[in-house]
């Protein structure tokens, strides 16, 4: 299996299989000869991890486990607050449970991924399933002589206390770092076997500067594992895809989920070390520890994943928002940080911050009970993720796309043609490409991981 040879239109039509509308799997390039037929999705029940392992078992006689590498709890800062006191019931965001239901819809191993806390995993300490997990913040700064950065989210796994508080300090958490910072944070986690991924690339911070190419380019470049994300719309998905395959890096699907929702998008690899396409007799669910997570991980590397993603929707992401942010925000004994959650809607998130801010509402009820009764109207958030926040992540993605198109090409490192992805349609690939793309430099992949060469290799 050649990994680099393939060109983006090649890398879709071989390993991107639609299950649905808003729903595609794909299949990673380092399985040997295993034949996914086009008719896969019939097996996968509702697509939740335990019918999709079953249906993949039975198709393809493959033993898989799932995780979504990307999960929030309540200690994150932009997740709902509840007050057990008042609710009269255990938080549903809270690590125990967080864990307890990913395990219930199938998941194998469970990394809890808090925004620059491991308060998690102090909570928890070891359990059956979970792994130690953060995401990171890095904002680095543009060198241009303004203020402006980038901000970038990176999850490291299998970390303890001891690694947490180096990378803190590498990272420089809450401040500016540079491209070196972020450097010395991937070398840190090469150096000590920590797993980590670049997250959502293309996303723009709340106060970050617009995504630049060059430096999205220069960032993929640096990370083993590129991740696709259901909090993205697809045409930014697909230039994470075209990253990953032109760079011959592994992807991952994760659904980086801030409310009790398990199981949409989420990351199936085997364990094991043999090469076999399957694991006939092999029983993973005695062993879902850090040794276990190593293995999935060194699969993925391999290129042996199977995602089962979903892309951001208006119907998904209004769901999301009225059920999981802004009806239960409005309810006692529950409370949001009004600096903390964001949807990126600008109208949607003045209307929140000003219902949040209790002390105006007093003054102006008849006003904050409109704002209420609209924010609580899925048909208008719905409109207005439509029209205000698609078309604008759509709008930033398209130029991306050209951004880094331009680069690969005059890296010659592959033709890579122009996609467009039509709403509520799949990807349609239009332009010319050559034919004999030419093979990227193999990625030093992580020594202490996998053998280097093994994921990507050139044919002569
Ligand atoms: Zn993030
Ligand atoms: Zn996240």
């Known amino acids: ?36 037929p086009t008719d896969v999705g ?4 509702d697509f939740s991890p335990r019918a999709v392992k079953r249906g993949l078992k039975m198709c393809l006689d493959l033993d898989l486990c799932a995780a979504d590498l990307h999960r929030h709890t309540c200690k994150s800062f932009d997740t709902l607050q509840e007050d057990p006191k008042i609710t009269k019931r255990p938080p549903v965001l809270s690590p125990r449970a967080v864990l307890a239901k990913s395990l219930r819809v199938g998941m194998d191993f469970v990394p809890e991924t808090d925004h620059d806390t491991m308060a998690a995993h102090e909570e928890l300490g070891r359990q059956e399933g979970l792994i130690t997990g953060v995401e990171n913040t890095l904002k680095i700064e543009r060198n241009n002589g303004s203020k402006e950065y980038d901000e970038i989210h990176s ?7 001891g690694q947490y508080k180096e990378i803190r300090k590498i990272i420089n958490v809450g401040e500016m770092t540079s491209m070196k910072g972020l450097e010395r944070y991937v070398r840190f986690c090469e150096q000590e076997s920590l797993p980590c991924t670049a997250n959502h690339l293309g996303w723009k911070g ?55 929702i398990y199981g949409i998008s989420y990351t199936l690899a085997p364990i094991g070390e043999d090469d076999q396409a399957s694991h006939s007799g092999f029983t993973h669910s005695c062993c879902p520890s850090i040794e276990g997570f ?10 042996k994943f199977i995602l089962i993603h979903h892309d951001l929707t208006p119907t998904y992401f209004a769901k999301e928002v009225v059920d999981y942010y802004i009806s239960p925000s409005l309810t006692p004994g529950y409370s949001q940080d009004p600096n903390g959650r964001y949807t990126g809607i600008t109208l949607v998130d003045l209307s929140m911050k000003y219902v949040l801010n209790g002390g105006i509402k007093d003054r102006f009820p008849i006003l904050t009970r409109c704002v209420k009764r609209s924010l609580q109207n899925v048909n208008v958030v719905k409109k207005s993720i439509e029209t205000l926040y698609m078309r604008k992540e759509n709008r930033r993605a398209m130029k991306l796309h050209a951004g880094l198109r331009a680069i690969i090409e005059e890296k010659s490192i592959s033709s ?16 010319q490409i050559g034919d004999s793309s030419i093979l990227p430099e193999p990625m030093s992949l992580r020594q202490s991981l996998i053998n280097p060469g093994q994921f990507i290799h050139s044919e002569p």
């Open 206 to 260: 709340r106060y970050a500067a617009e995504p630049n190419p060059q430096r999205i380019y220069e960032i993929a470049q640096l990370f083993d594992v590129l991740e696709l994300n259901l909090h993205r719309v697809r045409m930014n998905n697909m230039n994470v895809f075209m990253l990953a395959y032109t760079l011959g890096k592994p992807i991952v699907a994760v659904g980086d989920l801030h409310c009790p």
């Open 42 to 45: 019939d097996y996968l029940g």
């Open 416 to 431: 890579v043609e122009s996609v467009e992805v039509q709403r509520e349609a799949y990807p349609s690939f239009v332009g």
């Open 1 to 36: 299996m050649v990994y680099g040879r393939l060109n983006f239109r090649q890398a879709v039509s071989k390993y991107f299989i639609p299950l649905g509308r808003e729903r595609y799997m794909i299949v990673g390039p380092g399985w040997n000869g295993i034949h996914v």
């Open 155 to 161: 999850c490291t796994y299998c970390l303890d206390a």
């Open 294 to 303: 190593i293995s999935f991980f060194k699969n993925i590397l391999k290129g």
